[in-house]
């Protein structure tokens, strides 16, 4: 059964194959269930060593001769419009030959995707992964902005509409774009091997924690995206920090040159307490977690963070803000609202009581273990593999 896949993920072939990131390369291994997979996608980065660090599993089953690149979405209007035209020109040559089109979404590209397979009455199959009226509403760009309500519908169309969906929430997503076909509800996250230790080694090392000892917090996410939020842990340690508390250090993990954030350090007298670690591996990232103290993701905009199920698994207190499907991880107290310095202070603080710490980490490794790979891979591969049957069973 030949499918097409339409995401605006980075693929990079080179001369020995395909190449993607970690996260894309599970997905993609568990729609090899499906059948034979082609690929609609992004290029790889521009960045040379970004590619080579993110871009980092090779994809052993996908034909380099089945990837077709998209043109990427411009920041100049007319831009866009010359790239949405030439990759709709793309997908109406690849559609009609497939038994089954995937879109990765929120993307506009999927969105025509799904038109063109409904039009020819091909099944289409939702991949939702996150809310676009939260990542573009709250962009800096007025024109993202303004994009916010059209690609909320557009999306809410292409979900309703979908023969088949596996959204990545619990509940979340569902509401928001609920839809007429088959769905299943499961994480995609796959943060490799559970290490059952990892839950005995943080309670050791909380054992032997001084309040004159320093509070290291982190955060994953690409620096220059403004929606995922830094700016407000990094007000959070400029508030202690005038109430006479300087033990908290912040660590940043992510690509980009993080010159909003730096300045915003600069201005708040806070420059010596974030640090930008920059681009790092997946081992890396797992191993770092594994070091500091409190993970933050406060983010404007998320469908259910891989990262903050990954901190969880290394038995790491994590605070959110309330977006997407970070209340459905995290304990109601360590939710705050959208935004909210003070509240983030408030959990700061509230953590340095080591009963307190001690109970929360227990509860998110614990927590962490229903989101074991093993578990949810099954899930979705028994879901897919209905799918296939079910598409199949009706080209008879």
């Given amino acids: 059964m030949k499918v097409l896949l339409v995401t605006n993920q980075y693929i990079d072939i080179r001369k020995d194959g395909c190449y993607c990131d970690f996260p894309l390369y599970g997905t993609l291994e568990n729609m090899s269930v499906l059948g034979e997979l082609r690929l609609a996608a992004s290029f790889s980065y521009s960045d040379e060593m970004a590619s080579t660090i993110y871009l980092n599993q090779k994809i052993d089953f996908v034909d380099p001769g089945h990837v077709e690149y998209l043109r990427p979405i411009n920041k100049s209007v007319g831009g866009w419009l010359k790239n949405s035209v030439y990759n709709q020109k793309l997908l109406e040559r690849l559609v009609p030959f ?29 991949f939702l992964v996150a809310c676009p009226w939260d990542s573009l509403h709250n962009h800096h760009r007025l024109l993202a902005r303004l994009m916010a309500p059209i690609s909320f519908l557009t999306t809410r169309y292409s979900v309703r509409h979908s023969d088949y969906v596996h959204y990545v929430t619990k509940e979340f997503l569902q509401r928001r774009y609920p839809t007429e076909g088959r769905a299943l509800g499961c994480s ?18 909380l054992s032997s924690r001084k309040e004159t000892d320093e509070v290291r917090l982190i955060t994953t996410a690409h620096v220059d995206v403004r929606y995922k939020g830094h700016e407000f842990v990094i007000r959070a340690i400029a508030r202690l920090k005038s ?42 990232v797992m191993k770092i977690l594994k070091d500091a103290d409190i993970y933050l993701q406060p983010s404007l905009q998320e469908g259910l963070p891989r990262s903050v199920v990954e901190a969880m698994s290394v038995a790491l207190p994590c605070i959110g803000f309330n977006t997407g499907g970070i209340p459905e991880l995290l304990e109601p ?64």
């Fill in 98 to 126: 497939m038994d089954l089109v995937v879109g990765y979404m929120p993307s506009g590209d999927a969105d025509t995707a799904m038109r063109i397979a409904r039009r020819h009455e091909i099944p289409f199959l939702s």
């Fill in 333 to 396: 107290e360590f939710v705050v609202d959208q935004k909210d310095v003070k509240g983030i202070v408030r959990c700061l603080i509230h953590l340095r009581d080591n009963a307190k710490y001690r109970q929360t980490a227990e509860r998110n490794f614990q927590m962490a273990g229903d989101y074991e790979h093993s578990k949810l891979e099954k899930r979705i591969r028994d879901f897919f593999s209905e799918v296939r049957k079910d598409v199949e069973d009706k080209r008879i």
């Fill in 243 to 284: 109430l006479g508390d300087l033990h908290y250090r912040y660590w940043l993990i992510g690509g980009g040159k993080g010159d909003y954030l730096r300045t915003l350090c600069k201005r708040l007298g806070v420059e010596d307490q974030v640090i930008f670690l920059g681009l790092k591996t997946s081992k890396e």
């Fill in 188 to 205: 995609d996250t796959n943060f490799g091997v559970f290490d059952p230790m990892a839950l005995e080694s943080r309670l050791r090392k």
